[in-house]
């Protein structure tokens, strides 16, 4: 049985070895904080129907990511200079959106069956050189319905090492979900840019995703090819390096963030 003596002896000690712990651990996780940069990826998808825009949106400065719809015109030639320029090429998968809009040539529907999914899935990734990852075009109907979504992600995973960005063009989109029981990396898009063209709220919009990449270490965008969206990008990209911010392609924060739970964003 210990003295009372001893109790406080022990009681005396503790403070300092704990103190000297909590301080190491304490100095430990403010390093690696501050060895740990803020990383955002810009997505601009919808490229391959015009030429000029692509090509401007190419010559943006910094590792970008360009998403290109199969089977447009200029799909292949824009991919090539993408990936020359050092970007990274994503393929926008067309899918069926719930108000039936025309979503462009390729891509899948609810009523494809798994062989007619598959074939798709082949035909797009062949429409479209270098590509690294997937988003999806539309698809507000497709994504929420998850037989579907599970016959696209299996398709996607059987023909290579690819990542999925689910673009959320509905609350109830399960491809993140899906993904995950897949087995395919997948990140969620957090930031629209430019579902208004107007300069100024692509700017707000912008300022949104580096906000949330302060919170929680990184952030991704989708824009579009379009001449307000480029002008704001080429004005505020080469700034994000002085703000501590760094521009990566997407499959650099799947790379760091795909295995975490999704939504946990928003
Ligand atoms: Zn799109």
């Not at 503790?14 to 997505?43: F, H, K, N, S, T």
């Not at 824009?78 to 020359?84: M, N, P, S």
């Not at 062989?115 to 990734?125: H, I, P, R, Y």
Request: net charge negative; hydrophobic share 40%.
């Amino acid at each position: 049985m210990r003295t009372g003596g001893a109790d406080r002896q022990r009681e005396w000690q503790r403070p300092w070895w704990q103190g000297l712990l909590c301080g190491l651990m304490l100095w430990l996780v403010g390093a690696a904080q501050a060895d740990e940069p803020v990383r955002v990826a810009v997505i601009i998808d919808d490229m391959g129907d015009h030429r000029a825009l692509g090509e401007r949106t190419v010559d943006l400065p910094g590792p970008i990511t360009c998403s290109v719809l199969p089977h447009t015109p200029h799909a292949r030639p824009l991919a090539e200079a993408c990936y020359r320029a050092g970007k990274e090429v994503m393929l926008h998968v067309p899918m069926q959106a719930k108000n039936g809009a025309d979503r462009g040539p390729g891509g899948v529907d609810i009523h494809m069956d798994q062989a007619a999914v598959e074939q798709a899935v082949a035909d797009d990734l062949a429409a479209v050189p270098h590509v690294r990852g997937v988003n999806n075009h539309m698809g507000s109907l497709y994504t929420r319905h998850p037989g579907n979504m599970r016959w696209f992600l299996e398709a996607l995973r059987a023909e290579g090492d690819y990542y999925f960005v689910d673009s959320r063009t509905t609350p109830r989109s399960v491809a993140g979900q899906v993904a995950q029981e897949t087995g395919v990396p997948a990140l969620d898009r957090h930031v629209f840019l430019d579902h208004d063209r107007d300069e100024d709220t692509i700017r707000y919009h912008f300022r949104r995703l580096v906000r949330l990449a302060e919170r929680t270490g990184y952030g991704i965008a989708i824009g579009h090819p379009y001449p307000e969206t480029l002008a704001v990008l080429e004005e505020v990209l080469p700034e994000l390096a002085g703000a501590g911010i760094k521009l990566v392609p997407v499959s650099r924060l799947v790379e760091l963030h795909g295995q975490e739970e999704e939504n946990s964003h928003e």
